[in-house]
């Protein structure tokens, strides 16, 4: 039986036309300067809470965020009711595009330390005063701010998911 010939290589002459394809980028930095001045619509800051309920302080921050024409996305996750979508959110966030996290939760408040456990981006946790904390909200505000060497996360006051959107605005321009 005759042998076929393999199929010519799909890479065009130099000069006859089609350029090739782009090389596959091989590092996630490589892949972020593919993405660069194309993704303009793409979220900078992301806005998570470990619950439905700490939305009506933290959408203060979204409010803040908007005003001042940052675009950013809100999610509801729990470090210990959600862990893998808390790390498989905060691993993915630098190469998504987002540049700041703000993070706010109550009681035994784990999630801005878990996800600046998973991510090299600048994490800033809103202490929040949920139904049954203790002494004002100091339950979560140490839970937040006494974070142990070389992992840290700004904190700013008890509910002050405002500040957190003041405080994000000047890192995104720093
Ligand atoms: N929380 C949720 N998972 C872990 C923690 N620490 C917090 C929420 C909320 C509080 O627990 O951030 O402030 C109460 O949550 P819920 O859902 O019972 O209202």
């Known amino acids: 039986m005759e042998e076929v010939p393999a199929p010519a290589s799909p890479t ?5 036309g089609t350029p090739p394809p782009p090389p596959v980028p091989q590092t996630e930095t490589e892949m972020e300067h593919q993405f660069d001045g194309l993704e ?3 979220p900078r800051v992301g806005i998570v ?5 700490d939305m009506p302080v933290m959408e203060k921050a979204g409010k803040e965020l908007e005003e001042r024409g940052i675009h950013h996305e809100v999610r509801v996750m729990s470090a210990h009711r959600d862990p893998d979508v808390v790390a498989e959110y905060a691993r993915n ?4 595009g987002l540049r700041v996290i703000i993070a706010g939760a109550g009681l035994a408040a784990a999630l801005p330390g878990v996800v600046a456990a998973h991510t090299d981006l600048p994490v800033i946790g809103v202490p929040l005063l949920s139904r049954t904390s203790v002494a004002g909200g100091l339950d979560s505000l140490l839970a937040i701010a006494q974070m142990p060497p070389g992992v840290p996360v700004g904190c700013v006051g008890v509910d002050a998911a405002r500040n957190a959107a003041v405080l994000a605005a000047r890192i995104l321009d720093a």
């Open 93 to 96: 966030a630098r190469m998504r």
């Open 12 to 16: 065009p002459a130099p000069g006859s």
């Open 40 to 42: 303009v619509d793409a």
């Open 49 to 53: 809470m470990g619950s439905k309920s």
